[in-house]
């Protein structure tokens, strides 16, 4: 069965009458976002949930989607299928008989939104290597202007798994007022010293490609070396690795061409090296630095503007928060999630936890919807 078919839409979000100032100090005079919507919003717009991304997601969380108009061959067949099919749609865990679901790509993305494989409108070229940084708050702000657009001034929900949550807990501490019920799935308040090595790593590869020419390579020879080896180090901490050798065994040993004297000696690294090379004809290099560096410097207090973390979600009050653990998670780890629920209830915040149980790791909430559905679907009634 195909699944509904959708279409990206696009939004302005930044003009040079009103440019979308940075946590930087830059300012982005033209940007705009690349985003779906299913379901519909109802009378006095009270229905919306806005869905984060994590890290190498798009706008397009659910149905079937060919094609999206100027990113060229980027969108590959494994992106046509929303990558949430299996939550967004009716009766399921975001269900669109009930809930208008609002999903958009992040400011600084390589799907649709203003990036750095952008066309400046004001040199005529690529912005590369000169797109600017941006942080996770840059990323709210740019979507909050996407909700005025849409006529929605406070959220029933905002979900957001693994770099999503993030997104997620600086929307709800940032603006209280602006969304309900805040559903952190696999996720953590703060960037813990392995998240932070394992990400620099990522950096390091593709900064060291020879044709990575700080930001400015060639389109048609990108830094994908660089870029695939920062993939394999992210990948390891997305999947169990029992669900990474239960995969690998349907691998075919194959050879690795841009290796002189190694070679492969096993279906785990065939399958390895195989992710790597399909992530690489599905995306940017410069994007992929662009929101790790957010996801590096995110300081939950810093970036409300509180003295701590406990100040920030003192703001929080009026809010429901439903966080999720999975138990073989070793991306975000389930301790992390545990310190978040302390913290939130130490503030005063109507807060729920739940652990989910997989054998899958931290990709379960891409995977394994039964585990989560009947929980959002209660938290969000």
Partial sequence: MIPDRVETRFQVVA??????????????????????????????????????HALSGSQHAAGFN???????????????????????????????????????????????????????????????????????????????RLLDALGIAKLHAAVGASLGGIMALNLATRFPERVTHVVPIATGYEVTPLQRLHNFEQVF??????????????????????????????????????????????????????????????TLESYMLHQAQKFTGRFDANTYLRIINAWQQFDLAKESGCESVLDAFARCCGQRFHIFSIDSDVCFYPEEQAQLAEQLKLAGVDCTRITVHSEKGHDSFLLEPVLFEPYIRAFLA
């Fill in 15 to 52: 003009t040079p009458e009103e440019p979308l100032v940075l946590a930087s100090g830059e300012s982005l005079p033209h940007a705009a976002l690349a985003y779906e919507t299913y379901g519909r919003l109802n009378g006095d717009a009270s229905n919306a949930v806005l869905v984060f």
């Fill in 205 to 266: 590869a593709i900064e060291t490609d020879p044709g990575f020419r700080a930001g400015d390579y060639d389109p048609d020879k990108p830094p994908d070396r660089g870029l695939a080896v920062a993939r394999m180090i992210g990948h390891k901490t997305y999947v169990s690795l029992s669900a990474m050798e239960e995969r690998a065994r349907s691998e075919c040993l194959t050879s690795a061409d841009n290796l002189s004297w190694y070679q492969l000696s096993s």
């Fill in 66 to 144: 060919s094609g999206v108009d100027g990113i060229g061959d980027r969108w590959t067949e494994e992106c046509q299928t929303g990558w949430w099919n299996d939550f967004v749609g009716p009766g399921k865990a975001l269900d669109t008989d009930i809930h208008y679901v609002v999903c958009a790509n992040y400011l600084g993305g390589c799907y649709g939104s203003t990036g750095p494989a952008s066309i400046d409108p004001i040199t005529g070229r690529a912005y590369g290597g000169s797109f600017p940084a941006i942080k996770v708050s840059d990323i709210v702000d740019s979507q909050l």
